[in-house]
């Protein structure tokens, strides 16, 4: 029993030191001495060479920044079009033991046409190097600003290609459909299943690019769609889901850099299956009433063969008059030969330099495309 006392008060006597302890212990204040100062920018004026995306263009150097304990720093480089960095563009992050980042042509020439800068144009471009510790960026200091002047080249964006069970082409990454791109827009007029799940690639197979949304839950190289409509939804670690009606919609993806935004809206014309269509234009006078029909092969494929020259101009009816059912070359008064088919404001003519031989015209309303062949 007395073993059992003596025990008792030994231990409670341990525990009390321990307090004791505890509170003597010093509590170790992270305080910011000195911000990290931006020593060297390696040039006044850049310009930016669109034939070498990869090779080195701009090198900057900073002090390192002073914390009262070591600790681990991260240093971010940031530009902006203006000194107060409304708008600040990250051009990247580096660790501790880093003084200097070096940067391509490729990654400058992002940056420029981000901030707003004109491609082929001088313009200021203004930089900063701030130092921050952890993940929540906590004690972030900031240099002072510099600035270079930059020209950049047209910035390439990406080609992207619909493919899923949602799609007109299904799960077969060989017969994905491309988009029409126009700058940093990609576009089509195509079909799309309620309830069915699709993604975008980067190339006519499944390696090495995919284009989903970008969320938690989604594979980390997939992540790209920062902004989507209301009808798309997350679906799986891969895909999205379109949830509207199935139709013929407007898909249009922006992919300017930190927009990157993806959007399904109803085409005017909703629906693919006519039960004829005709094609007018310089071939009959663009006489509506005397338009020549053309020959359905499937549900939504039509053909037609005619004597193109070399100025030859059309578009597609869906009654011998004008009217709400027509198309043409995608994208407003967008003369050309794209092979995408708009709706109604949303085209302009079909221009195509035949030779006066003969020319099979094929028009795919599900699909959104036309193709003429000699």
């Given at each position: 029993m007395k073993?059992?006392?003596?025990?008792?008060?030994?231990?409670l006597?341990?525990?009390?030191?321990?307090?004791?302890?505890?509170s003597d212990r010093e509590i170790v204040t992270i305080d910011n001495q000195s911000a990290p100062i931006l020593m060297d920018v390696s040039k006044e004026s850049v310009f930016l060479d669109k034939n070498f995306p990869d090779n080195p263009a701009f090198n900057v150097t900073w002090d390192v920044a002073k914390y009262t304990v070591p600790v681990q720093i991260t240093y971010r480089i940031e530009v902006s079009a203006d000194n107060k960095f409304t708008k600040p563009f990250v051009l990247g992050t580096v660790g501790n033991s880093a003084r200097t980042a070096t940067f391509t042509n490729a990654q400058m020439n992002t940056a420029a046409q981000t901030i707003g800068l004109v491609k082929d144009v001088a313009g200021t471009m203004y930089m900063r190097v701030s130092s921050y510790l952890g993940n929540g960026e906590s004690l972030t200091s900031t240099s002072n600003v510099s600035m270079i002047k930059i020209t950049p080249y047209e910035l390439e964006y990406p080609t992207f290609y619909l493919v899923g069970a949602a799609s007109y082409v299904g799960w077969t990454a060989v017969d994905a459909q491309v988009?029409?791109?126009?700058?940093?827009?990609?576009?089509?007029?195509?079909?799309?299943?309620?309830?069915?799940?699709?993604?975008?690639?980067?190339?006519?197979?499944?390696?090495?690019?995919?284009?989903?949304?970008?969320?938690?839950?989604?594979?980390?190289?997939?992540?790209?769609?920062?902004?989507?409509?209301?009808?798309?939804i997350q679906d799986g670690d891969e895909n999205m889901?379109?949830?509207?009606?199935?139709?013929?919609?407007?898909?249009?993806?922006?992919?300017?850099?930190?927009?990157?935004?993806?959007?399904?809206?109803?085409?005017?014309?909703?629906?693919?299956?006519?039960?004829?269509?005709?094609?007018?234009?310089?071939?009959?006078?663009?006489?509506?009433a005397t338009a020549p029909a053309m020959t359905k092969v499937s549900p939504g494929v039509y053909e037609y063969t005619v004597k193109l020259e070399s100025a030859s101009e059309f578009k597609f009816l869906g009654q011998n008059a004008w009217g709400d059912i027509e198309w043409g070359n995608i994208m407003k008064d967008n003369t050309g030969n794209s092979g995408f088919l708009g709706p109604k404001g949303d085209n302009g003519n079909i221009?195509?330099?035949?030779?006066?031989?003969n020319y099979k015209i094929t028009v795919n309303l599900k699909a959104g495309t036309y193709t003429i062949a000699k």
């Open positions: 073993n059992n006392i003596f025990k008792g008060v030994f231990l006597l341990i525990s009390l030191l321990g307090i004791i302890s505890c988009l029409y791109k126009s700058s940093s827009k990609s576009i089509i007029y195509t079909y799309l299943e309620g309830g069915q799940p699709f993604r975008f690639l980067g190339q006519k197979n499944w390696d090495p690019t995919n284009y989903s949304i970008d969320l938690s839950g989604t594979r980390e190289n997939y992540r790209y769609f920062k902004q989507v409509s209301s009808n798309l889901k379109f949830t509207g009606t199935t139709g013929i919609y407007k898909i249009t993806i922006n992919a300017a850099t930190g927009v990157q935004s993806l959007d399904v809206s109803a085409s005017p014309i909703p629906t693919f299956d006519f039960p004829q269509i005709y094609i007018v234009g310089s071939i009959n006078g663009w006489d509506a221009k195509f330099a035949g030779d006066g031989s």
